[in-house]
């Protein structure tokens, strides 16, 4: 637990490289050790120190000889590379990290042999173009032997989207050409897929998220060849993780609102407005531009079809817009607490209506405490009225009811039951505040 806690601080990113130092060689286990060092690489690549942590944990790797180091790590601890601000360093690093390619290629898996060089060639373009330019070429060529056609195309989007990254400079001669070849290949591929494979989800996810970081149209446009539209919104759903998967900057509302207009059901729908309000709700700096673009979405939230999961994604869109005012975001802020207080009555089952408006009490009290008190009023006023306000009483107490109905039924073949009997069976039914569960118990009775 203390390893857990360390890791977490180290993650943060705002501790100097001796500290982190420190923090990682005070966890004793390798596999504990290496996943922070990994983890801080790839979360922190843009961190002032990065490269010489970059370092530090290529050499950590090197000298845990139980440790494997194939491509998946290589991906992860090459991240800083290319933000590293000296030339000389960064070419020592390139230098020692393409000492492990041939290893890594032998070793995969294959697309984060990929994302590893894709680093290294993004680290050289400043420092040494052709260099960088034979890099690509080369990985081309590995990419162009691999067997499985799923992972080919994800490969070669994924190259096509870091090209995007590259210097776009007349210098850069091969860029256009490796774009042209990228779009090729994935083209007679997804093609080649829509023919002879069935299930499209597998077939089709791993091309369509890789394209959709930098090319979205062309990613919508493959997600119409998928063969089913439970597959198609499945897939959908994961390029809304993948455009949230990023700088808070960085993000593109528009994109992330084009996408969620082309899911079709509502399972899909409401995970995915789940998703993007899951990713910004504990957000402190989000750039206007974002947030307001954010609001359509945040508007949408209502739409979703649980009335718990929509008072929670309402609560959280609340908060975020309370922690960023504008006289447009309070608007919204006021309709979205109207919203929250109607799903909340939409609630039918008792005690987690009141577990619900106990929730929403605790959740908007930092923003708003006149409103957090407003809802614990009446969740309190609601425990007082019902008596039955936590799962295991009502759990119980329905369970009683059962085994009464059951009694019950032993009467009815012998006509011994009277109407006081039926009152009684009338008055502990209706003690459950929940219609829902009134009404299953009655059905129980009749079919018995």
Not at 39 to 47: I, P, Q, S
Not at 51 to 80: H, R
Request: aromatic letters at 8%; a negative charge; one cysteine or more.
């Amino acid at each position: 637990m203390q390893s857990l806690f360390s890791g977490l601080r180290t993650l943060s990113g705002n501790l100097s490289s001796a500290e982190i130092r420190s923090a990682v060689d005070a966890i004793p286990e390798a596999p504990g050790k290496m996943g922070i060092l990994r983890a801080w690489c790839a979360l922190n690549a843009d961190h002032p120190e990065a490269g010489c942590m970059a370092e530090y944990a290529l050499d950590t790797a090197l000298k845990t000889t139980a440790y494997t180091i194939e491509a998946s790590v290589l991906a992860d601890l090459s991240k800083p590379i290319p933000n590293v601000a000296d030339d000389q360093q960064r070419r020592s690093l390139i230098s020692k990290f393409d000492a492990l390619s041939r290893i890594a290629a032998n070793l995969g898996p294959s697309i984060k042999y990929v994302d590893f060089q894709l680093s290294l060639a993004l680290a050289e373009a400043p420092v040494h173009e052709f260099g960088c330019e034979e890099r690509l070429t080369a990985l081309l060529r590995y990419i162009n032997q691999m067997d499985d056609l799923p992972s080919k195309a994800e490969a070669f989007a994924t190259v096509l989207g870091a090209l995007a990254s590259f210097d776009n400079t007349p210098e850069f001669a091969a860029r256009l050409n490796l774009e042209k070849s990228c779009l090729s290949e994935i083209e007679t591929i997804v093609l080649r897929l829509s023919e002879t494979t069935a299930d499209h989800y597998l077939a089709f996810k791993g091309v369509i998220c890789a394209l959709s970081a930098r090319h979205l149209d062309k990613a919508l446009e493959y997600t119409r060849l998928v063969n089913t539209e439970v597959r198609r919104d499945e897939i959908l759903a994961d390029v809304i993780r993948t455009l949230i998967d990023r700088a808070t900057a960085e993000v593109k509302p528009f994109q992330l609102f084009q996408v969620l207009n082309q899911i079709k059901g509502r399972r899909w729908k409401d995970d995915a407005l789940e998703t993007i309000i899951e990713r910004f709700k504990d957000t402190r700096t989000i750039p206007g531009d974002v947030l307001d673009g954010l609001n359509p979405i945040i508007l949408d939230l209502n739409s979703i079809s649980d009335s718990i999961s929509a008072c929670e994604s309402l609560v959280s869109g609340f908060n975020l817009l309370a922690r960023n005012p504008s006289p447009t975001r309070d608007e919204t802020r006021a309709l979205l607490w109207s919203q929250i207080i109607g799903r909340w009555s939409h609630i039918d089952v008792g005690w987690r209506r009141i577990d619900v408006g106990f929730t929403i009490s605790n959740a908007v009290a930092g923003t708003c405490k006149e409103y957090a008190a407003l809802v614990f009023k009446q969740a309190e006023e609601l425990k007082e009225r019902w008596g039955i306000s936590a799962y295991e009483p009502a759990s119980a107490y329905v369970s009683c009811i059962r085994l009464v109905i059951r009694a019950f039924r032993g009467l009815l073949p012998k006509k011994l039951e009277t109407s006081t009997d039926i009152e009684k069976m009338v008055s502990m039914i209706d003690v459950l505040p929940s219609y829902g569960e009134r009404a299953i118990l009655w059905a129980d009775l009749c079919m018995r």
